[in-house]
């Protein structure tokens, strides 16, 4: 713990000693104030106000034990429990052959799980509490809590560690029955006994029925003591999340199941996700491990086109066999978006039915590019191979961009046609929408590659004490938003005569689409002046 | 032919190389050697045009590769220390990918016979992620000499490969140069240079220390009265008074 902390201050140290290190610190320092003085003027003007103080109160007695059985039904179901019992490489390297007995790996790994919580715990006790007076108590609600979470989750991973696979599959099974049987009965009991849409009704019956007390009695008790007015309250609610937590971390001594083994694999497990996330992107790191039957999917190679047909092709097939899990998410997005669209175009006045249903539709398939666009990353390992092919690097710029564009537009295009056939009334604005997905996420990804080839960036975790990378990858995002943001204005001034004087959706796209082709023209030669100057020897991928 | 001229690299306010000038002729294979930080692999990078050089020439069979890239590139092959494979791209679609860059139009018999020649042929169908680090980098290896190029540069090229693999790449590299290539071998490896290379050049710290063929270091070795060995050749350019060291507590 004294050589992580030493390295944490020595790394801090290093970030202030340079005028660009302490803009980068002093950015992010700045953001959180901004951040934390938000929360806290927040909480403070809400306690002042007795309606605010009430909703807050009432959205905490409401969802927060609803989060937690969710939270404890996944963990005992699903969970493998595999980011608690999580050494670093270096770690495992210098501590699994040492000299240490288990217990004393434990001890470490649960005090140092104990220091992140306290820390953050400290941070939600100050800045949400409505009192001063009542801070401290908050706080270690907040932490009781967090400690909660953690410890369950150790100690399922340590149980599954013990039990044979067989019957840990079996148990799993069984409390997933019992809880899904729960949830069930108390859904039931809440649609026969509710009239009406109120939701609030509905909550209310869900949490009174016998199932619902069930499943939700042994999390209020977090709640009561999160919420406690004065220390009088808080003491004796605060009993049980107490012996909760100190039962459970018997348990997980007791248990003594911190199998090495199982530590080494997790650990490489983990390091190889943080490798791909610092090489190839947020994206790639939660994407699990193909065979070679992914190869069936199959492009047909593309003609030369000045270089452009190899390098589409690699991109394009690439994609389209690493991304089903990518595809679930887009298909999950468009869901949503649709979801969004029916329940608005079902309620409220006329004129919302028919603007505000499309536009909801439209923003989030504007949303779902930005989402991607930030979590697709480029690969860094591949800039060198690439640079050492006889392409021209026009071409190899070129077939980078567009591979993932093309594939993102003709989903949000579909999206947008059908919305079109059921908002006949706007379907030629729709129409002429869907025409500019592609140079819009051709904007998007393009800015976003032109910022990584100047500073390449992740977001991968940093060394402890790293506030110079946080603030760094923090100025570049505000620095992507605001390239978008001044492309986005002008083709907005493109649009509007023909959005508001001539009132024909077929001018304003144009207007929109000209500009917006303009403006990834231009982007061209700059991504190849930045593609020429990237120097793969000189990157730290951060 | 590889030929470099007055190449120098810098970054910012460090040298990385200093002034290199070397030529490697067709048909004969240079190991180019030297302590880490020496400047191998960004003179080998600088050569096939993944970074500019700040000052010098560097070009393959007349080629420039700042000022005709595309016409020196297509000449050479390049296997970094690191085989940068697709992840998701089967063995032969590697090939296919390589011969359309390339632009070959018949490579399917050359293709078959470098997989039969590297044990790859089983492999043909699986993605590159599902393959071994030595397999990996046959499949580089086998892309890289697809093109039949007529400059080869290797990085560390035995890192991964087993005892057959490595005859195997011994074995190719010998009939490449015999059949024209001019081949360059970075390796920390001194018996694998002193077995493949007919040529030397040692770096250090940016700089050459000495270059020409492994018998010139050899009989000026000789000359000196010392140990002829390419690990005692290397000390005692690199690190001269360790290798007396080294010679008094032999003695």
Redesign the interface.
């Known amino acids: 713990m004294r050589f992580q902390w030493r390295g944490g201050f020595r790394q801090l140290g290093r970030s202030l000693r340079t005028w660009r290190g302490l803009f980068f610190v002093g950015f992010i320092a700045l953001m959180s104030l901004y951040g934390l003085g938000s929360i806290y003027f927040a909480s403070r003007v809400g306690a002042q106000s007795p309606q605010v103080s009430d909703a807050l109160n009432k959205m905490q007695n409401d969802f927060l034990p609803l989060g937690l059985f969710a939270f404890t039904f996944y963990t005992l179901v699903f969970s493998t429990g595999e980011a608690t019992v999580y050494f670093s490489a270096s770690e495992a390297a210098f501590l699994f052959p040492a000299p240490i007995t288990r217990k004393q790996l434990l001890a470490y790994l649960l005090l140092k799980s104990l220091l992140g919580i306290t820390g953050i715990s400290l941070f939600f006790g100050l800045f949400t509490s409505p009192r001063f007076g009542m801070a401290i108590p908050r706080w270690l609600a907040v932490a009781m809590t967090l400690s909660f979470l953690q410890l369950l989750t150790m100690n399922v991973s340590f149980l599954r560690q013990i039990l044979e696979e067989k019957l840990s599959v079996v148990i799993r099974r069984v409390l997933g029955l019992l809880f899904g049987i729960l949830v069930f009965v108390a859904v039931t009991q809440t649609v026969q006994s509710v009239n009406g849409n109120d939701f609030d009704a509905y909550l209310k019956v869900f949490k009174e029925s016998t199932a619902g007390k069930l499943m939700l009695a042994p999390f209020f008790v977090f709640v009561r003591a999160l919420t406690a007015p004065d220390w009088k309250t808080f003491f004796p609610y605060a009993a049980v999340p107490f012996a909760v937590d100190l039962s459970l971390l018997l348990l997980a001594f007791r248990l003594d199941a911190l199998s090495l083994e199982s530590a080494l694999a997790i650990s490489e497990k983990m390091t190889e996700r943080l490798k791909l996330m610092q090489s190839k992107g947020a994206w790639h790191a939660f994407e699990s491990k193909r065979d070679s039957s992914v190869a069936q999917r199959k492009i047909a190679q593309l003609p030369f086109w000045g270089g452009i047909g190899p390098v589409l092709w690699q991109r394009m097939t690439t994609t389209f066999r690493s991304s089903s899990r990518l595809l679930w998410v887009l298909a999950g997005a468009v869901t949503f978006a649709a979801t969004l669209v029916v329940v608005i175009g079902r309620s409220g006045s006329e004129s919302t039915r028919i603007v505000a249903a499309p536009f909801v539709g439209l923003g989030s398939m504007a949303y779902m590019s930005f989402l991607i666009c930030l979590s697709i990353q480029n690969e860094i390992e591949r800039v060198g191979y690439l640079k050492s092919l006889p392409i021209r690097s026009i071409s190899v710029v070129i077939g980078d961009l567009i591979g993932f564009p093309i594939l993102l537009s003709v989903i949000q295009s579909t999206f947008i046609v059908v919305l079109a056939c059921v908002y006949t009334n706007l379907a030629p604005w729709l129409l002429c929408g869907a025409i500019l997905t592609l140079p819009l996420n051709l904007l998007l990804f393009g800015i976003d590659k032109l910022v990584f080839y100047i500073y390449p960036t992740r977001l991968a975790k940093g060394a402890p004490g790293d506030f110079q990378n946080s603030g760094k990858q923090m100025i570049f995002m505000t620095l992507k938003m605001l390239m978008l943001g001044a492309g986005a204005i002008f083709v907005i001034i493109a649009a509007l005569p023909g959005a508001l004087a001539l009132q024909s959706p077929v001018v304003a796209v144009a207007g929109a689409g000209f500009v917006l082709v303009v403006e990834c023209g231009a982007l061209v030669p700059l991504l190849v002046l930045a593609y020429d100057r990237f120097d793969p020897s000189t990157t730290i991928v951060q | 032919m590889i030929r470099v001229e007055g190449y120098e690299k810098s970054?910012r306010n460090t040298v990385a190389v200093r002034g290199l000038s070397f030529e490697v002729a067709a048909g004969s294979v240079l190991g180019v050697v030297g302590p880490n930080g020496a400047g191998k692999?960004?003179t080998m990078?600088a050569l096939?045009?993944?970074?500019?050089p700040s000052k010098g020439r560097l070009s393959v069979e007349g080629f420039d590769i700042v000022d005709d890239?595309?016409?020196a590139?297509?000449r050479l092959a390049?296997i970094?220390d690191?085989p940068?494979l697709?992840?998701?791209?089967?063995v032969w679609?590697h090939l296919?990918?390589t011969a359309?860059?390339?632009?070959m139009a018949e490579f399917a018999d050359e293709a078959e016979r470098l997989l039969e020649q590297f044990e790859l042929t089983e492999k043909r169908?699986?993605?590159a992620?599902?393959l071994s680090r030595g397999m990996r980098q046959k499949v580089a290896i086998c892309c890289a000499y697809l093109h039949n190029p007529v400059a080869i540069i290797f990085d560390e090229p035995l890192t991964g490969l087993d005892p057959r693999g490595i005859r195997t790449l011994k074995t190719s590299i010998r009939e490449r140069a015999a059949a024209g290539a001019a081949v360059m071998v970075s390796s920390h490896l001194l018996d694998l240079i002193d077995d493949l290379c007919s040529h030397l050049l040692i770096l250090h710290r940016g700089e050459c220390l000495f270059q020409g063929t492994i018998a010139e270091a050899k009989s000026k070795m000789e000359t000196a009265g010392t140990d002829t060995s390419l690990e005692e050749i290397f000390f005692q350019f690199t690190e001269p008074t360790a290798a007396v060291v080294s010679d008094v507590t032999k003695e």
């Open positions: 970054y692999t960004t990078r096939v045009g993944i970074i500019p890239p595309i016409a590139k297509s390049f970094p690191e940068q697709f992840d998701v791209l089967t679609e296919e990918f359309s860059v390339y632009r169908n699986t993605i992620q599902e």
